[in-house]
């Protein structure tokens, strides 16, 4: 009686032991298929956002190129920014304008472009081309900003407020101030604050490509295979509301972008049927795309890195422009390099 007591204790134990390992099972089983449908799921999505689709227009804006070009297109109402500083020297009436270069600046980097004045931009100016600032409005620096305007005369300032986000405003005016106060500009040079001008090699770069009979001028770093960021804690991030696509277009990097005469005056004419986008050069990039233009890569921008590094200081030579740059040694190291291959060349 007793081992038979003992045998169905045991036999129920085990009874219960199965169950519960038949469950466990169960439950990983269905685990791993919650996780294949997942995966499956998404495998279907991205395959639906395939990189080729960043090449169409997005429905960004429905109405077509043709319309647009017709005058059949009307353009949404934008607000318009007044421009409250204007350099009258930079480009007079009826001159000859090869080069314009305009730097986009933060309203309170007053360093930054006396270290340009005293560089690269000295070097612009001496060999004949055009120099401006491009800045938006602070109201604790708009005192400073009108001093400095009355001593250089070279910036341009729009009535909007100058931050991060307001780069493709910056941007935007850039654009239509060329239109509007510097036509004749046969090349257009586009550049940020903390970037390094060679201004030889850039000369040189435009001279070879009016040796091919291209209409449209669009160079730079090229971001060929550019996506959303989603991530909330990044300066890039853009949520899906704002914009719900898988990528990007591709887009020449902001820190410098040449352009010609003929591809501003389209970038402007299409401009007001481009929606916004946080982001100055992926909305560049929109505009190219409107236009059917490709962006053209120029491997002698250097974007790379981020950082200026003296290991590298002798790099500046034999490129075109090159990011990092942020205080005043930096700059006067550059110049020296550049200056000492431009002798040697004359």
């Known amino acids: 009686m007793m081992f038979r007591r003992i045998f169905r204790r045991e036999k129920k134990y085990f009874s219960l032991r199965c169950i519960q390992i038949h469950l466990r099972v169960l439950g990983q089983s269905l685990a791993l298929f919650v996780v294949a449908s997942v995966v499956l799921v998404n495998t279907y999505t991205v395959s639906n956002w395939h990189p080729s689709n960043c090449k169409e227009d997005f429905g960004y804006s429905q109405i077509s190129l043709e319309d647009i070009q017709s005058g059949v297109a009307t353009p949404?109402?934008?607000t318009h920014h007044a421009c409250t500083l204007n350099p009258n020297r930079t480009c007079l009436p009826h001159s000859e304008v090869y080069l314009l270069i305009l730097v986009k600046s933060a309203v309170?980097?007053?360093?930054?472009?006396?270290?340009?004045?005293?560089?690269w931009g000295n070097e612009a100016r001496k060999q004949g081309y055009n120099l401006a600032f491009l800045l938006g409005f602070s109201q604790n620096d708009n005192i400073f900003?009108?001093?400095?305007?009355?001593?250089?005369?070279?910036?341009?300032?729009?009535?909007?407020?100058?931050?991060?986000?307001?780069?493709?405003k910056k941007m935007k005016m850039a654009l239509m101030w060329i239109v509007q106060f510097c036509r004749q500009a046969k090349y257009i040079l586009i550049v940020d604050d903390d970037m390094y001008v060679n201004i030889q090699n850039s000369v040189s770069f435009m001279k070879q490509t009016e040796k091919y009979s291209?209409?449209?001028?669009?160079?730079?770093y090229l971001i060929d295979d550019p996506r959303p960021e989603r991530d909330f804690?990044?300066?890039h991030y853009i949520s899906e509301a704002q914009y719900p696509f898988y990528c990007y277009p591709p887009y020449i990097a902001g820190g410098s972008i040449f352009l010609n005469k003929h591809t501003v005056e389209m970038f402007v004419r299409v401009m007001p049927f481009i929606p916004e986008i946080p982001f100055d050069d992926v909305y560049v990039g929109?505009?190219?795309?409107?236009?059917?233009?490709?962006?053209?890569?120029?491997k002698m921008i250097r974007m790379s890195g981020n950082l200026y590094e003296p290991m590298n200081e002798n790099e500046i030579q034999?490129?075109?422009?090159?990011?990092?740059?942020e205080n005043d040694q930096m700059f006067r190291v550059a110049y020296y390099k550049t200056q000492i291959k431009h002798r040697k060349l004359n």
């Open 76 to 78: 949404p109402s934008h």
């Open 108 to 119: 309170g980097n007053f360093r930054k472009r006396r270290y340009i004045r005293e560089t």
């Open 145 to 168: 900003v009108n001093l400095e305007s009355k001593m250089h005369g070279d910036i341009i300032q729009y009535q909007f407020k100058d931050t991060y986000k307001s780069n493709t």
């Open 214 to 220: 291209s209409l449209y001028l669009y160079s730079g």
């Open 233 to 235: 804690r990044s300066k």
């Open 286 to 298: 929109f505009l190219a795309q409107k236009l059917r233009i490709k962006p053209q890569r120029n």
């Open 318 to 325: 034999y490129a075109i422009a090159q990011h990092g740059y």
